[in-house]
Each structure stands twice: as structure tokens, then as C-alpha cells.
């Protein structure tokens, strides 16, 4: 029987398709003090861990790999994972960073480097391809964090939202904004549909500003809904996040969002955290889709 004074070996394995920032969440994850090995033979994982009942570490390990590391076999990999799961000593976690087609196409051809599997091919040959090789992993992963509309910072913020150690117990708290028309957010415990309120978009003078500019802000909070709407969704921030913080929640991710993600939803998530830091929390803010240029086609969706 293991020692339960003994935490468990903390295990983090991390994969995904190339380009999608399996190397930036690594990177991220030794900067917080992980040991971090990448293109790892995931085979050998037995021959790193001690044997049941022996000597633990303190200190996590994540491991990366991918469709370029060496006997790379996602069901073998699946298979012997599980059987480590079994055990007391060993805590395991998967990690998979996803990507669309299209954006990984895109970052190939700036970056002019050929994919591991295109063999002489388009990119996107490679792409498809690895897709499906990969498939299984990304049912099988616990965790799976999609980059498409993310620029790296903002999966490195992610990143130590997730796996960062915070001694003190405190519940990190990030408040986003994004816009529906431009894919839902990846990772969002609430989340608030700010579209019943008007669109400043169709508003002359307003559509090329953004949440963050007092014209459009005065414009949304005279909106006859936004007040009463606002305020019940603070009422009900204020009533469930002591409670998530009393569960032992390491990390909230609050999201609102409008359409095109640059004016309700950027004033929405300003207001709540300016609400919030009176309530005594230091939200993180990220505004997913401020930098995106205004499209009438968008809007209309």
C-alpha cells in the first residue's frame, strides 16, 4: 500500500499537432518549474518512473511528443498510460494542443517550414494526415486547449492559469471577451452571451472604436437592458465564486461574449472586473478578438 503521506508523481504529457504550440506550452511550463523533456519515446516512460513504492519526486514532469518522436503509436501509447493510471504513486494528466487546418496552414507557409509529414506535399497534406494519425489522442487527452484564434501569449497565460503552483490557495481568475462569429473561447467555467444588447457596430462613428473607448461604452449602458442584465450577472459572480474558491477551484475562467468579440462583450468583461476588484479579486483580462478589424459579413451572423 503506498505511503498517502507521499503525494503522487505528477505526470503531465503533452502533445498535439505540429505548429499548434506544444514547444510554447513546454517552455511555459519549465519557466513555472516543471522538468520538461520534449520528443520523448513515450515506451520509455516505465524506465523514468520509479518502481511502485519507491522514491517519488517533488518536482513535476511534463513530457511532449508527437507524430515525430520514435515508436510513436497513439493506441500502444493510450493502452500503457492507463496501466500507469492504476497505480497510487503516479498521477498522470494528458495534454493536447488542437489546431484548425487552415490557421496551422497558414502558420506553415509564413514560417516556410515544411510539415513532418507532408513528405514533399502541400502542408495541408501533412496536416490531414496527421489529424487522423492523431485522433485518438485528442479523444482520449483530459485536457484539450484549441489555439486557433490565440496569439502565444495568450497560451502562455493559459498555460499558467492551469499549471501554475499557487502555495497561498488563492483562485486565479481570468475574465475574457471574444466574439462568437470568430469561434467559441476553449476554456470558459461561465460564460455570457452579450448579444441581446444593440450592436454598436451599426452605429456611425462606433464601428471602427472598440469596447475599451467611452463612446462605445456610453452607447452599450444605455442600452435599457444592459443595466438590469449586468447586474444580475454580478449578483450571481458575487454568490458562486466564494463557493468555487471554498471548493478548493484553483483557476475561474469567466467569458462574455457579442459577435464579432470587440465592443459588448470588451465592455462587459471591463465592467465585471472593475466589479470584481471591489469584491476583493485580481482578475486577469483578455480581449480575444479586439485586434480583428470590423466585418460587416460577421456582424450579420
Not at 520509455?44 to 511528443?65: M, N
Not at 468555487?244 to 477551484?249: L, P
Not at 468583461?269 to 486577469?284: I, V, Y
Request: aromatic share 8%; proline share 6%.
Amino acid at each position: 500500500m503506498a505511503d498517502e503521506s507521499i503525494p503522487p508523481q505528477r505526470i503531465l504529457l503533452v502533445t498535439g499537432l505540429s505548429g499548434a504550440g506544444k514547444t510554447t506550452a513546454l517552455q511555459v511550463l519549465e519557466d513555472l518549474g516543471w522538468e520538461t523533456i520534449d520528443n520523448f519515446p513515450i515506451r520509455l516512460l516505465g524506465g523514468l518512473l520509479a518502481s511502485e513504492g519507491g522514491t517519488v519526486s517533488d518536482t513535476p514532469l511534463a513530457i511532449g511528443f508527437d507524430s515525430r518522436t520514435r515508436g510513436f503509436v497513439p493506441a500502444e501509447i493510450i493502452e500503457m498510460c492507463k496501466q500507469f493510471e492504476a497505480r497510487e504513486d503516479v498521477e498522470i494528466t494528458a495534454l493536447f494542443i488542437d489546431c484548425s487546418s487552415a490557421e496551422l496552414q497558414r502558420r506553415y507557409n509564413e514560417t516556410r517550414r515544411p510539415h513532418p509529414m507532408a513528405r514533399g506535399r502541400p502542408a495541408l497534406d501533412g496536416i490531414k494526415a496527421e489529424r487522423e494519425l492523431l485522433e485518438p489522442l485528442r479523444r482520449w487527452a483530459d485536457i484539450v486547449i484549441d489555439t486557433t484564434d490565440y496569439a502565444t501569449n495568450h497560451l502562455q497565460q493559459l498555460v499558467r492559469e492551469r499549471f501554475a503552483a499557487h502555495a497561498e490557495g488563492n483562485m486565479t481568475v481570468t475574465i475574457s471577451s471574444f466574439g462568437f462569429a470568430r469561434g467559441m473561447p476553449p476554456l470558459a467555467d461561465l460564460l455570457f452571451d452579450m448579444r441581446f444588447l444593440d450592436n454598436p457596430h451599426w452605429v456611425e462613428g462606433l464601428r471602427e472604436k472598440t469596447g475599451l473607448d467611452r463612446a462605445v461604452g456610453d452607447h452599450i449602458s444605455a442600452d435599457p437592458a444592459f443595466a438590469p442584465a449586468f447586474e444580475r450577472i454580478i449578483e450571481l459572480l458575487h454568490e458562486v465564486m466564494p463557493r468555487y474558491t471554498a471548493q478548493g477551484r484553483s483557476y475561474l475562467n469567466i467569458a462574455f461574449g457579442c459577435t464579432g468579440g470587440r465592443h459588448r462583450s470588451v465592455y462587459s468583461a471591463e465592467r465585471a472586473a472593475e466589479a470584481l476588484r471591489k469584491a476583493g479579486f485580481s482578475p486577469t483580462v483578455i480581449h480575444r478578438n479586439l485586434g480583428s478589424r470590423p466585418a460587416d459579413p460577421l456582424e450579420r451572423r
